[in-house]
Nanobody, 116 residues
Framework: QVQLVESGGGLVQAGGSLRLSCAASGRTWTIDNTGWFRQASGKEREFVATMWSSGSTAYADSVKGRFTISRDNAKNTVYLQMNNLEPEDTAVYYC??????????WGQGTQVTVSS
């Protein structure tokens, strides 16, 4: 099993920055992929960014050039640096970890609100 805890959300003005953290515990060595998703009120959950154990990354077009995913292996933590935030980025942000052939694990989410 893998447990995920997100932190770092909050209220920020448009153009500002936030850094989200996703701390993993449990069988972290089995994780192949850790990513960020978000869900705005009344909308479906959508992909934001992801990082594989190899270090490869992928981003949604809407956040390319503004968001950066990174990790600290020693801390079992994945980060999402969000710059130049826009009101459209307002959502609950969820961390997801994939253990191949076993399961997909989700965190509880952290709220990000961007005011105009």
């Amino acid at each position: 099993q893998v447990q995920l805890v997100e932190s770092g959300g909050g209220l920020v003005q448009a153009g500002g920055s936030l850094r989200l953290s996703c701390a993993a515990s449990g069988r972290t060595w089995t994780i192949d992929n850790t990513g960020w998703f978000r869900q705005a009120s009344g909308k479906e959950r959508e992909f934001v960014a992801t990082m594989w154990s190899s270090g490869s990354t992928a981003y949604a077009d809407s956040v390319k050039g503004r968001f950066t995913i990174s990790r600290d292996n020693a801390k079992n933590t994945v980060y999402l640096q969000m710059n130049n935030l826009e009101p459209e980025d307002t959502a609950v942000y969820y961390c997801r970890a994939v253990v191949p052939g076993v399961n997909v694990f989700w965190g509880q989410g952290t709220q990000v609100t961007v005011s105009s």
